[in-house]
T-cell receptor, first 114, second 113 residues
Framework: AQSVTQLDSQVPVFEEAPVELRCNYS??????LFWYVQYPNQGLQLLLK??????LVKGINGFEAEFNKSQTSFHLRKPSVHISDTAEYFC????????????FGTGTRLQVTL | DGGITQSPKYLFRKEGQNVTLSCEQN?????MYWYRQDPGQGLRLIYY???????QKGDIAEGYSVSREKKESFPLTVTSAQKNPTAFYLC????????????FGDGTRLSIL
């Protein structure tokens, strides 16, 4: 079975500073990786996904993530954050043979301040 | 616009009462899912369905039931057997296939009176 670990429950950062949200996964088979964002009292919105090919994937709102197979990581980055990026971020993984089921990490709360 | 509609947004349950949460999608997706979200625990899968008239238990199915009579609809019933039902419930849908991203509704917050 696969699992996902988000190493930081909260990440405070000043506006216009860079940020990295960490995600590590565990799986014995090939994975598909996703990052979602959740604003208060809303559902989740897909930021980006890694399926195959280039290990650097770009998403919406200026976010990008890099897949590192040797370190089993899929860290999310943004070079300059905005106040509006304040939200909860979830890393998720699915694998072949899991009937489209996603396994989520416990989330990282990104708090952007002036 | 296509999307997923969850209703109601807020729901209150009395002790011993069953309640049903609605989830409707017009994305023509085959697969639908129900998740429970508690603070600090991420999302946990309750039930999922890949096709009409078929569904499977997820990781925390006890105290919940579902039906999938139509492709567009996947209602979740929280029964009186669920001893700690207070949570944020999210419905999602996707095309079939592990590489397909899931699309989420805006959730229903259930509280106990």
């Amino acid at each position: 079975a696969q699992s996902v670990t988000q190493l930081d429950s909260q990440v405070p950062v000043f506006e216009e500073a860079p940020v990295e949200l960490r995600c590590n996964y565990s799986s014995s088979v090939s994975v598909y990786l996703f990052w979602y964002v959740q604003y208060p009292n809303q559902g989740l919105q897909l930021l980006l996904k890694y399926l195959s090919g280039s290990t650097l994937v770009k998403g919406i709102n200026g976010f990008e993530a890099e897949f590192n197979k040797s370190q089993t990581s899929f860290h999310l980055r943004k070079p300059s954050v905005h106040i509006s990026d304040t939200a909860e971020y979830f890393c998720a993984v699915s694998t072949t043979g899991t009937a489209s089921k996603l396994t989520f990490g416990t989330g990282t709360r990104l708090q952007v301040t002036l | 616009d296509g999307g997923i509609t969850q209703s109601p947004k807020y729901l209150f349950r009395k002790e011993g009462q069953n309640v049903t949460l609605s989830c409707e999608q017009n994305l023509n997706h085959d697969a639908m899912y129900w998740y429970r979200q508690d603070p600090g625990q991420g999302l946990r899968l309750i039930y999922y369905s890949q096709i009409v008239n078929d569904f499977q238990k997820g990781d925390i199915a006890e105290g919940y039931s579902v039906s999938r009579e139509k492709k567009e609809s996947f209602p979740l019933t929280v029964t009186s057997a669920q001893k700690n039902p207070t949570a944020f419930y999210l419905c999602a849908s996707s095309m079939r296939g592990e590489e397909q991203p899931q699309h989420f509704g805006d959730g229903t917050r259930l509280s106990i009176l």
